[in-house]
């Protein structure tokens, strides 16, 4: 199905006229089995879509957790190979949820373009975000993905302006991933009526949903957020209860799955109209 899944998702959340709720988890973190564990409980905690990051030593867009996260994932033996195999085994046992890698360039080109477009959809792969791999560059990566039904999203900042958008949406598919706030992952807050307008430009650019991340770390955050985007996607707040759960020695897997569920439930119930 690949980039179909994407695709049929989001119709399904238009339809019952709410945003989706995107949860990002690093592969390996704090070890393959926990991790695996983790993303095979995400959809009953209400995750609509998975990011999963493969682990890279120069996370340039990533603040101080998942910068955290990909070294105890590196430590733990990680690589993008092992992230491939930890979503097959995902896909063992669920074939509806959309899995969406996210990462960066070199481990993409060492391994090969066209190989790893063909190994990533074998895998369930249904996207990729490769956070630095501008458009002007990505012809090559594009094609490779395109011919295994596997999406290229891309990422729209606060700086893409109205002559830069056009460019930055060209070959995207599934949808469009705004970044919120200037700078990295997990510091600054995401402010809705700011975002609310820049939404509304990549969607029209697009064509696409358009799913919000970057500075959303709490319930009432995301809710808010999801009232003017089509998804709203959460990141460091999880990857913070994988630090917490180690550094108090508690399970790691259910504190994820339990602050997942809390954030599932604010998105879910962002724009029900009161009785």
């Known amino acids: 199905m690949t980039k179909a899944r994407i695709d049929a998702r989001f ?14 988890v690093m592969a390996g973190d704090p070890d393959a089995e926990t991790a695996l564990a983790i993303l095979k409980g995400l959809p009953a905690a209400g995750a609509d879509l998975i990011e999963v ?18 070294q105890r994932a590196l430590r733990k033996g990680m690589t993008l190979r092992g992230t491939l195999a930890a979503i097959a085994a995902f896909r063992q ?36 975000i ?8 990505a012809d090559g990566l594009a094609d490779a993905l395109d011919a295994h039904e596997v999406a290229l999203i891309r990422l729209a900042t606060p700086t893409s302006d109205d002559r830069r958008l056009p460019v930055v949406v ?28 820049h939404v509304e430009r990549v969607r029209k650019a697009s064509g696409l949903p358009v799913a919000v991340g970057f500075g959303i770390k709490t319930p009432e ?3 808010a957020v999801a009232r003017v985007a089509d998804a ?16 108090a020695n508690e399970d790691v897997t259910g504190r994820v799955l339990t602050k997942a569920e809390a954030l599932a439930k604010a998105v879910r119930a962002a724009r029900r109209v009161p009785a």
Do not use: H
């Open 93 to 128: 046992e669920d074939r509806d949820t959309p899995v969406i890698l996210m990462g960066y360039t070199n481990p993409l080109v060492t391994w090969g373009y066209e190989a790893f477009a063909r190994d990533a959809a074998a895998a369930g792969v249904d996207g990729v």
């Open 170 to 197: 060209s070959r995207t598919s599934g949808f469009v991933y705004y970044v919120s706030v200037a700078g990295v992952t997990g510091v600054k807050e995401a402010d809705a009526a700011a975002v609310a307008p």
């Open 232 to 247: 709203v996607v959460v990141g460091s707040a999880l990857v913070d209860e994988v630090a917490a759960g180690l550094d």
């Open 11 to 24: 119709a399904a959340l238009k339809a019952e006229g709410r945003a989706g709720f995107v949860s990002y």
């Open 130 to 137: 490769v956070v630095d791999c501008p458009p002007e560059e």
């Open 221 to 223: 955050r995301a809710a």
């Open 53 to 70: 990051g493969f682990p890279f030593s120069d996370p340039m867009a990533e603040g101080p957790p998942i910068q955290r996260a990909a």
